[in-house]
T-cell receptor
Framework: AQSVTQPDIHITVSEGASLELRCNYS??????LFWYVQSPGQGLQLLLK??????LVQGIKGFEAEFKRSQSSFNLRKPSVHWSDAAEYFC??????????FGAGTTVTVRA | ETGVTQTPRHLVMGMTNKKSLKCEQH?????MYWYKQSAKKPLELMFV???????ENNSVPSRFSPECPNSSHLFLHLHTLQPEDSALYLC?????????????FGDGTRLSIL
């Protein structure tokens, strides 16, 4: 069975600063990896996904993530955060059947 | 994104009430899912439907009863709920029931049990 760990429960970052959210996964085969964002009162929106190929993946809203097989990681980055990036971020790993396992999430606060 | 619509957005009910949550997807997807999101816990998969057939019941108590009349609609019937059932219930859909298919989520129903 697969699992996901997001080590940081809460991150505070200044507007305009860079952001990196950590994600570690456990899965025996080639993982399908996703990052989702959830703004208050809303559902989850897909930011980006990785299946194979280039290990640096570009997503929406200026986010990117890098897959590192040796470290079982799929960290999310953004060079310069905006106040609207304040939200909860979820990393997820999909298995060969259909199950999507989510991490517990990282809450991002953006200060002016 | 309005691809997956959930109603109602908020629901307050007593422990003896019966209510239903509705989910509708306009994406032409064949798989639909119910998740429970509780504070500070990972999303919990409850049910999976593929081409209207239930393929997963993740040990969900019988007080939750899903229904999928067609590939576009999914219901969650609720009865005799407990206070610990208060949570955000999210519906999602994907093109196929495959791990590499991104799931598209609705905005959820915030359920409060009195």
């Amino acid at each position: 069975a697969q699992s996901v760990t997001q080590p940081d429960i809460h991150i505070t970052v200044s507007e305009g600063a860079s952001l990196e959210l950590r994600c570690n996964y456990s899965y025996g085969a080639t993982p399908y990896l996703f990052w989702y964002v959830q703004s208050p009162g809303q559902g989850l929106q897909l930011l980006l996904k990785y299946f194979s190929g280039d290990t640096l993946v570009q997503g929406i809203k200026g986010f990117e993530a890098e897959f590192k097989r040796s470290q079982s990681s799929f960290n999310l980055r953004k060079p310069s955060v905006h106040w609207s990036d304040a939200a909860e971020y979820f990393c997820a790993v999909g298995s060969n059947d259909y199950k999507l396992s989510f991490g517990a999430g990282t809450t991002v606060t953006v200060r002016a | 994104e309005t691809g997956v619509t959930q109603t109602p957005r908020h629901l307050v009910m007593g422990m003896t009430n019966k209510k239903s949550l509705k989910c509708e997807q306009h994406l032409g997807h064949n798989a639909m899912y119910w998740y429970k999101q509780s504070a500070k816990k990972p999303l919990e998969l409850m049910f999976v439907y593929n081409f209207k057939e239930q393929t997963e019941n993740n040990s969900v108590p019988s007080r939750f009863s899903p229904e999928c009349p067609n590939s576009s609609h999914l219901f969650l019937h609720l009865h005799t709920l407990q206070p610990e059932d208060s949570a955000l219930y999210l519906c999602a859909s994907s093109q196929e029931r495959r791990g590499y298919q991104p799931q598209h989520f609705g905005d959820g129903t915030r359920l409060s049990i009195l």
